[in-house]
């Protein structure tokens, strides 16, 4: 594991990353765990992602644990919530809520009930769900931080309706749990643009990534460390004073 500078001090703390298995949820694991926090990492189908990451933690001395789970079911939820405490104590300190996807690109015209619902379940209701099993845990001086999107601000691309508004939906839901749960618990959320991973390489054509990498005045599409260490800096006290915002990390694309 990459060992960083100790600027964005976590020890002592414990942290739980949904969606930890892969891609942005793996790096933010291994991040936080690499500034000191003792990491649960919760993954729903990429097992092999999460347990290489614990290992990876553990063998650089510090601690983690994988736990499997859907983040749309409360029993799951909760479940990560004991798993945690009895892992590493009573108290949680920080939540990073990656779990999340867009499903498929479908117009409205295409699009029935049941797929705009399963949409904003994964990605806005399992947001509410792990934040209200976390709060009774959490200790003053907490920090949330959600996954928005560069679509939540714009509307996404082709398809992406369902999506944009759940993840407009975080964005919402961040600034209003950041006047509800502050002082004690600060709350921001991060909107990634073109970001090198898997929902690219499944939702995005390779022209279209190129085209939009050669947009920004950075010349490159995102990797996963990059948002890991604004998320690290993030559940920092050096964030003390940052609370309720939407974080951009797009090279530049889109300035809001």
Not at 13 to 24: L, M
Not at 94 to 114: I, P, Q, S
Not at 128 to 134: E, G, Q, S
């Given at each position: 594991?990459?060992?960083?500078?100790?600027?964005?001090?976590?020890?002592?703390?414990?942290?739980?990353?949904?969606?930890?298995?892969?891609?942005?949820?793996?790096?933010?694991?291994?991040?936080?765990?690499?500034?000191?926090?003792?990491?649960a990492i919760n993954y729903h189908n990429s097992s092999a992602g999460?347990?290489?990451?614990?290992?990876?933690?553990?063998?650089?001395?510090?601690?983690?644990?994988?736990?499997?789970?859907?983040?749309?079911?409360?029993?799951?939820?909760?479940?990560?919530?004991?798993?945690?405490?009895?892992?590493?104590?009573?108290?949680?300190?920080?939540?990073?809520?990656?779990?999340?996807?867009?499903?498929?690109?479908?117009?409205?015209?295409?699009?029935?009930?049941?797929?705009?619902?399963?949409?904003?379940?994964?990605?806005?209701?399992?947001?509410?769900?792990?934040?209200?099993?976390?709060?009774?845990?959490?200790?003053?001086?907490?920090?949330?931080?959600?996954?928005?999107?560069?679509?939540?601000?714009?509307?996404?691309?082709?398809?992406?309706?369902?999506?944009?508004?759940?993840?407009?939906?975080?964005?919402?839901?961040?600034?209003?749990?950041?006047?509800?749960?502050?002082?004690?618990?600060r709350v921001n959320s991060i909107c990634p643009g073109m970001i090198?991973?898997?929902?690219?390489?499944?939702?995005?054509?390779?022209?279209?990534?190129?085209?939009?990498?050669?947009?920004?005045?950075?010349?490159?599409?995102?990797?996963?460390?990059?948002?890991?260490?604004?998320?690290?800096?993030?559940?920092?006290?050096?964030?003390?004073?940052?609370?309720?915002?939407?974080?951009?990390?797009?090279?530049?694309?889109?300035?809001?």
């Open positions: 594991m990459t060992q960083h500078a100790p600027a964005h001090s976590l020890n002592g703390q414990v942290a739980i990353v949904t969606g930890g298995g892969r891609d942005i949820g793996r790096a933010c694991a291994l991040r936080l765990a690499a500034a000191g926090a003792a990491v999460a347990e290489s990451a614990v290992a990876e933690i553990t063998a650089a001395g510090g601690r983690a644990i994988a736990q499997q789970g859907d983040m749309t079911s409360d029993t799951d939820v909760t479940a990560l919530i004991d798993a945690t405490r009895t892992a590493f104590g009573e108290k949680i300190h920080c939540l990073v809520h990656v779990t999340g996807g867009l499903v498929a690109r479908k117009t409205v015209a295409e699009m029935d009930v049941g797929h705009w619902n399963h949409v904003m379940d994964l990605n806005t209701t399992s947001f509410f769900r792990l934040v209200k099993a976390a709060l009774p845990h959490m200790t003053s001086g907490g920090s949330i931080i959600g996954l928005a999107s560069q679509a939540g601000r714009d509307g996404g691309g082709p398809g992406a309706v369902a999506y944009a508004a759940s993840k407009g939906a975080v964005m919402t839901m961040t600034r209003g749990l950041a006047k509800e749960l502050g002082p004690d618990i090198d991973t898997d929902f690219h390489n499944t939702f995005t054509k390779d022209e279209v990534r190129r085209n939009v990498a050669n947009a920004t005045p950075l010349k490159r599409e995102g990797t996963s460390e990059d948002v890991a260490n604004l998320v690290a800096y993030l559940a920092s006290n050096e964030a003390a004073f940052i609370t309720g915002t939407n974080i951009d990390i797009n090279g530049g694309l889109v300035f809001s």
